[in-house]
């Protein structure tokens, strides 16, 4: 691709509605994944014993155990509605960007 094509892309509304929407979820979700991670090791250095804590009577699970179970799962879980979110309305507004360059092009 040439430059001047480059160019038609960069200014074209749609792919700044792309960056903009693309960032905005990805800062979304980097911000939830980095709070509920230190959150988390702030719990451990700070009230290691309520996370010692069985979930219940006579019960080995600890809430730490748990808690950093869910964690574990809902990082994938987050990773997973990125990927999809990716593959399906940015990759069609990558194509609609790069269709409508190269219609300018021609």
Do not use: C, H
Not at 48 to 70: C, N, R, W, Y
């Amino acid at each position: 691709m040439s430059s001047a094509m480059y160019e038609r892309m960069r200014t074209n509304p749609k792919f700044q509605e792309l960056v903009a929407t693309r960032g905005r979820f990805a800062w979304t979700l980097s911000i939830v994944v980095l709070v509920l991670f230190y959150g988390f090791v702030l719990a451990v250095a700070y009230a290691p014993s309520t996370l010692g804590q069985p979930v219940s009577d006579g019960a080995m699970l600890t809430i730490g155990v748990a808690v950093e179970a869910f964690l574990f799962i809902l990082f994938w879980v987050l990773s997973a509605v990125y990927v999809r979110r990716a593959n399906g309305e940015f990759d069609a507004l990558t194509q609609e960007v790069i269709k409508q360059a190269q219609k300018e092009n021609k």
